[in-house]
């Protein structure tokens, strides 16, 4: 089991950088797959950003590409998501996710493939 906390959000102005942390719980961290989503009031939770279990594999939302980068340490047994350029309809709240996925270079998207998350960190850009 893995337990994942957010840190990082905060009130950032248009144009912008935040950095967005998770830290997990567990000591097989880096047998999990690892995504950010995103939920803004009144929209359904969002795909952001995934990374495979090693690192070495990634894939974005087509909103954030180019802007947002996700990337993870497993001897900390941290992922990042650092977000550049940031926009307003970049405001919601962002949430850290992990899916069992040892070995696997797939990439998850669905956030129902995902079998941990995290509560939750306020992002909101300022215009």
């Known amino acids: 089991q893995v337990q994942l906390v957010e840190s990082g959000g905060g009130l950032v102005q248009a144009g912008g950088p935040l950095r967005l942390s998770c830290a997990a719980s567990?000591?097989?961290?880096?047998?999990?797959?690892m995504g950010w989503f995103r939920q803004a009031p009144g929209k359904e939770r969002a795909f952001v950003a995934t990374i495979t279990w090693s690192g070495g594999s990634t894939a974005y939302a087509d909103s954030v590409k180019g802007r947002f980068a996700i990337s993870r340490d497993n001897a900390k047994n941290m992922v990042y998501l650092q977000m550049n350029s940031l926009k307003p309809e970049d405001t919601a709240v962002y949430y850290c996710a992990a899916r069992w996925s040892p070995g696997y270079s797939r990439i998850f998207y669905n956030p129902n493939e995902y079998n941990y998350w995290g509560q939750g960190t306020q992002v909101t850009v300022s215009s």
């Open positions: 567990g000591r097989t961290f880096s047998s999990y797959a």
